[in-house]
């Protein structure tokens, strides 16, 4: 079996692994780095539930594979904030209900972080916009979005 | 799947090499957005997969005396955000930004979503009505272009020989008289596939169209150029009578089926629709 010693960058750490060329960077990140913050949910970037930072920009974990991403940084929603030092986006995710069954959350937070990196004022419209890739089935998005808004007014 | 070979070359001598002795062996992947996805549910089975994701000099978008290039791995993110395609190629910027939804823009690569070959392919249509040019280079380090029509040869078939590497796409720069219009008819604002799509290049002269490039996705097996609608269309005034008058033609020239995603009377009507009005958002 061909196998590839790659090195990633998960949340400001290197990590070392072993892969084959087709596993994918959400395969690795969840079985081999422990990262299972990373959901895995559709497996062919329709949902998003599988976000991540690569390189600076969101990309679905599904839909990269693990050597592509040697000598990369990762960012998961853990790098974005802790439990005891949340991340005004997470804080305002739990403050606006923006979470029900939370499947999607991490998946939204990286997507909504992402976007107020590269916009940090945006309209409602590109809030819609900028999570389009992620899919939520509990919350109808109206309070994902006002979550978004606010944590941008805050930043 | 467990035994693929991976490579990745640093530069194009080595891309050659590998592509030489490899040959039909070998899968070219870029931002894997289609071909992850066909691995995994068995649809393409690589043996040797070449990375050229990175490879400087399939990147990017450069402004040249008469062309627009486009590096074959650029990602559609950067097309969408770029403001040379902006400025030059406005319809090719508008169907950048409607290709999947940001995550997947920043992944996938317009060499991908051409040599993919789906009728449904967003950035097709605006290529072939810009008359893009597609640049290949083969396992002998030979060079060839092929215009855009000439590359889609049938459903999910292109030009492309086995060992052939897509490098960059060429846009002649479009006159400044010319006025381009788009659109993408999917079944949600966004995230959507396409279910038909018009992109068309009209220039004027006095009071009739020159010169008129028409082209459209989702309506026949492969991304098609209406040179017949083109060729009614020039010389004569876009006006009610040309619409009507050009109906049935249109009709003539595309071939659509039903799917899940919409009927073939469907498209039919939906492409007569998008065609009157993006003919007359170019026209004024």
């Given amino acids: ?8 960058k998960v949340n400001g ?44 920009k969101p990309v679905n974990s599904c839909l990269v594979l693990a050597v592509q991403a040697n000598g990369k940084e990762v960012t ?8 005891e030092s949340p991340h005004h986006l997470q804080t305002a995710f739990v403050e606006h209900g923006a979470i029900q069954c939370g499947y999607c959350t991490p998946g939204l937070i990286v997507s909504a972080k992402a976007l107020l990196d590269e916009n940090p004022d945006p309209t409602r419209e590109e809030i819609r916009e900028g999570i389009c890739g992620n899919l939520c089935r509990c919350t109808g998005y109206t309070k994902i979005v006002e979550a978004i808004e606010d944590a941008a007014s805050k930043k | ?113 051409l040599a993919n070959a789906s009728p449904c392919a967003d950035t097709a249509p605006p290529l072939l009505a810009l008359e893009a040019e597609i640049h290949i280079t083969n396992t002998e380090g030979q060079a060839r272009s092929v215009p855009a029509d000439k590359f889609f040869m049938d459903y999910k078939w292109t030009h492309l020989d086995k060992g052939d590497v897509m490098t ?37 002269e006095g009071d009739a169209v020159k010169r008129a490039r028409i082209a459209f996705g989702s309506v ?15 010389g004569k005034p876009v006006d ?12 003539e020239e595309i071939s659509p089926i039903g799917d899940i995603r919409g009927s073939e009377s469907y498209r039919r009507s939906a492409t007569a629709s998008i065609f009157n009005r993006n003919l007359l958002q170019a026209w004024v």
């Fill in chain 2, 168 to 204: 960059r796409i060429a846009v002649p720069k479009p006159k400044v008289a010319a006025k381009g219009s788009h659109t993408k008819l999917g079944l949600r604002k966004a995230a959507a596939i396409c279910v038909a799509s018009v992109a068309l290049m009209l220039e004027k």
């Fill in chain 2, 1 to 113: 799947m467990k035994n693929v070979e991976y490579y990745k070359p640093q530069d194009p001598s080595e891309l050659q090499e590998l592509m030489q002795v490899h040959q039909a062996r070998a899968v070219l992947i870029a931002g894997g957005t289609n071909l992850i996805h066909q691995m995994r549910n068995g649809e393409k089975k690589p043996e040797v997969l070449v990375d050229i994701s990175e490879l400087k000099d399939l990147t990017g978008i450069k402004v040249e005396d008469n062309y627009i290039t486009i590096g074959a791995v650029t990602s559609i993110a950067q097309i969408a955000a770029s403001p040379v395609i902006g400025e030059h190629c406005p319809i090719l910027a508008a169907a950048a930004k409607q290709l999947g939804n940001p995550l997947t823009r920043n992944r996938a690569t317009i060499g991908g979503n």
């Fill in chain 1, 13 to 56: 750490e290197w990590r070392e692994t072993e892969v084959t060329a087709t596993d994918t960077l959400l395969e690795v990140l969840r079985s081999n780095l422990d990262a299972v913050e990373v959901k895995n949910g559709c497996e062919q970037g329709d949902c998003g539930a599988c976000t991540v930072i690569l390189g600076g």
């Fill in chain 1, 1 to 8: 079996m061909n196998t590839y010693n790659i090195e990633i």
């Fill in chain 2, 240 to 251: 009610e009578k040309l619409l009507s008058d050009c109906g049935p033609l249109l009709q």
């Fill in chain 1, 76 to 83: 998961t929603v853990k790098g974005i904030g802790t439990q």
């Fill in chain 2, 220 to 234: 026949a097996p492969k991304p098609i150029r209406a040179y017949r609608l083109e060729h009614y269309i020039e």
